[in-house]
């Protein structure tokens, strides 16, 4: 089995930057594809970013050009979130897809962005 444990998020006002990172443990050679989501209250869970074990990313449109991916030692994502938007405050979730069609998630973490 895989474990994820998310750090980073906070309080910070727009414009600003953000890093959240999130450390995979247990079975992680099972580990195929990671990534960030996030929900906002309200609405429901979206993909923000996410990188597969051969690097290949992928962002959502509203992200592009401002966050940025990445994946060390096949064990740690990581995301960059420069400029950033009040509309951008939400939960972020990690998340791992495995080789065994598994989808595992963080506990989640915070990230508001005052105006």
């Known amino acids: 089995q895989v474990q994820l444990v998310e750090s980073g998020g906070g309080l910070v006002q727009a414009g600003g930057s953000l890093r959240l990172s999130c450390a995979a443990s247990?079975?992680?050679?099972?580990?195929?594809?990671m990534g960030w989501y996030r929900q906002a209250p309200g609405k429901e869970r979206e993909l923000v970013a996410r990188?597969?074990?051969?690097?290949?990313t992928t962002y959502a449109d509203s992200v592009k050009g401002r966050f940025t991916v990445s994946r060390d030692n096949g064990k740690t994502v990581s995301l960059q979130m420069n400029s950033l938007k009040p509309e951008d405050t939400a939960v972020y979730y990690c998340?791992?897809?495995?080789?065994?069609?598994?989808?595992?998630w963080g506990q989640g973490t915070q990230v508001t962005v005052s105006s």
């Open positions: 990188i597969t074990k051969g690097g290949i």
């Open positions: 998340n791992a897809n495995t080789l065994q069609s598994d989808s595992v």
């Open positions: 247990g079975s992680i050679l099972s580990i195929s594809r």
